[in-house]
């Protein structure tokens, strides 16, 4: 849009240039001493205005070229290992997963960003994950999703080794839910009006949906004309309506308020309670309920086991990132009271 804009002011440019030229022919036959002034005047400033805009222009072909370049380049990238045009959606019937001595690799040339990973989880069993920035955390979703495939070892899920699977099928087993999360241009409207408008109530999103134009309303690019925490609370909503036996969650309560955040872990716990689910944790608080929690430090498990018993443990290190989260949302809040005091 840029260059379009930048190119309509050279044409103008230009134009104006030649009906300048023709009023100076004009004056020419009227007053030579008059025109050759006017000319030599206006053409100092016009000409150089020109050069701008074509200057401009140039740069901005040069970078359409770029981008074409990049555009031909995605259309050239392969298929991902393991794609097939299959999707078996039932695979899962349980919903038990096992790491069995998993490593994995951003690519060869860099170190093992999980390492020696083996747990199991039971059936129904709800692990939360946890761990400081580059711990392995979200690694640990992407490689259940074969984002990234495994370097040693392996993932069985219902004792199937994942990586026999086409990606396909092997996706459409879970549900995810994201923190930054996408939304494609359409209408709220998708399955039974009753279902979807129980699935909104049940996320405390109905009103807001309502009061746009209900299931009607129109999804912009992106879900731009929704906030990130409505973004994910349709997410959520859709995982409702359709549940599957695994349950992936990365950060999905990070951009909402904590009123909205206890809402949305009750529907989980309480919609979902049949699934297996991980999740990602953002805040330490999200995960208190599960039945277990793993504590992932430069890529290996430090820690596992429930809540409570890390809890109780002056020295483990889900205590000290529980403790530290608190600090942190104390000093917060006595700042934000400082702010309203100073103002």
């Known amino acids: 849009m840029a260059g379009v804009n930048v190119f309509s002011a050279f044409v103008i440019s230009l134009i104006t240039n030649l009906v300048t030229t023709g009023l100076f022919v004009k004056l020419l036959v009227l007053d030579r001493g008059s025109a050759l002034e006017f000319f030599l005047i206006y053409n100092i400033f016009s000409f150089e205005r020109i050069l701008e805009n074509l200057q401009v222009v140039i740069a901005e072909f040069i970078n359409s070229l770029k981008y074409l370049k990049s555009t031909e380049g995605l ?9 097939r045009e299959v999707r078996e959606t039932q695979w899962v019937e349980e919903g038990r997963i096992q790491f069995e001595g998993f490593s994995v ?50 993932i069985l899920i219902d004792g199937t080794d994942i990586s026999a699977l086409d990606l396909q099928s092997l996706r459409a087993g879970f549900n995810v839910i994201l923190q930054d999360s996408f939304l494609f241009t359409g209408t709220v409207r998708e399955f039974e009006e009753q279902s979807i408008i129980r699935a909104l109530e049940l996320c405390g999103l109905w009103e807001a949906v309502r009061a746009r134009n209900g299931l009607a309303t129109v999804i912009e690019e992106g879900g731009d004309n929704f906030s990130a925490g409505e973004k994910q609370l349709i997410n959520i909503s859709r995982t409702l309506l359709n549940p599957k036996r695994i349950v992936l969650i990365d950060e999905a309560t990070a951009s909402i308020d904590s009123r909205t955040d206890r809402l949305v872990q009750r529907v989980i716990s309480e919609q979902l309670s049949a699934s297996t689910i991980i999740t990602i944790a953002h805040r330490i608080d999200t995960i208190l309920s599960s039945d277990r929690i793993i504590v992932l430090d430069k890529g290996k498990i430090v820690e596992l086991d429930a809540p409570h018993e890390l809890l109780k443990n002056p020295d483990s290190h889900f205590r000290k990132l529980y403790e530290e989260s608190h600090t942190s949302k104390r000093d917060s809040n006595s700042s934000r009271r400082s702010s309203k005091f100073l103002y």
């Open 75 to 83: 259309m050239n990238v392969p298929h991902e290992r393991g794609f």
């Open 105 to 154: 690799k951003y690519s060869d040339e860099l170190e093992t960003v999980l390492s020696g990973i083996d747990v199991r989880v039971a059936r129904g069993e709800k692990i939360g994950v946890v761990g400081r920035t580059g711990s392995g955390k979200s690694t640990t979703l992407l490689s259940l999703l074969r984002i990234l495939e495994a370097h040693s070892g392996r």
